[in-house]
Nanobody, 128 residues
Framework: QVHLTESGGGSVQAGGSLRLSCAAS????????VVWFRQVPGKEREGVAA?????????YYADSVQGRFTISRDIHKNTVYLQMNSLNLEDTGMYFC????????????????????WGQGTQVTVSI
């Protein structure tokens, strides 16, 4: 059973930065797809960025965060990070990480129905 724990959320002023972490346990393979999603009340969960936990594969970003957010991994710590810079009000939301074992993500990485394993979420609030 894969277990995911997010951390690093908080309140920040517009233009500021935060780094989220997604620590995983229970993987039975090294090649897993990990995705950051975010959600605000009344809206669907939105895929933000995706990475494969091992090997040389593309990283994926939503258009809305391209150039501002960076997803990365620490193989030894089984942790995926989301560095968020130049935050704006539209980045406010609950951020979740999700995992798909034995996966290289692929072009439909943003489809939340693919993922069986989710963390509890960490809140990010951006204010003026």
């Amino acid at each position: 059973q894969v277990h995911l724990t997010e951390s690093g959320g908080g309140s920040v002023q517009a233009g500021g930065s935060l780094r989220l972490s997604c620590a995983a346990s229970g993987y039975t393979s090294v090649t897993n797809c990990v995705v950051w999603f975010r959600q605000v009340p009344g809206k669907e969960r939105e895929g933000v960025a995706a990475i494969v936990t091992y090997g040389h594969y593309p990283m994926y970003y939503a258009d809305s965060v391209q150039g501002r957010f960076t997803i990365s991994r620490d193989i030894h710590k089984n942790t995926v990070y989301l560095q968020m810079n130049s935050l704006n009000l539209e980045d406010t939301g609950m951020y979740f990480c999700a995992a798909e074992p034995l996966s290289r993500c692929g072009d439909d990485w943003y489809d939340s129905t693919r993922y069986d394993y989710w963390g509890q979420g960490t809140q990010v609030t951006v204010s003026i």
